[in-house]
């Protein structure tokens, strides 16, 4: 598990990254009131969204049982 956690970092980093992309590439922020348009995660790729969060979910599960020792 020394190695997973690492790895699935990695895969949440580029599917952050090509969100963020993404979001750039259509217009990003906009100004105005909000900081944030209400569109702007309608570009993402649901895909992309999910396994990035499955992703992101992983690497605490994997970083907390090597913390605890239990990841072999």
Request: charge should be positive; include cysteine.
């Amino acid at each position: 598990m020394d190695i997973a956690a690492p790895i699935t970092w990695v895969i949440t980093a580029l599917g952050g990254f090509s969100m963020l992309g993404i979001w750039i590439a259509r217009g990003g922020a906009r100004g105005g009131a909000s900081r944030v348009p209400a569109p702007a995660g309608r570009h993402c790729p649901v895909p992309v969204a999910a396994g990035h969060g499955l992703a992101a979910a992983g690497t605490v599960v994997l970083v907390r049982l090597t913390a605890l020792g239990l990841g072999g």
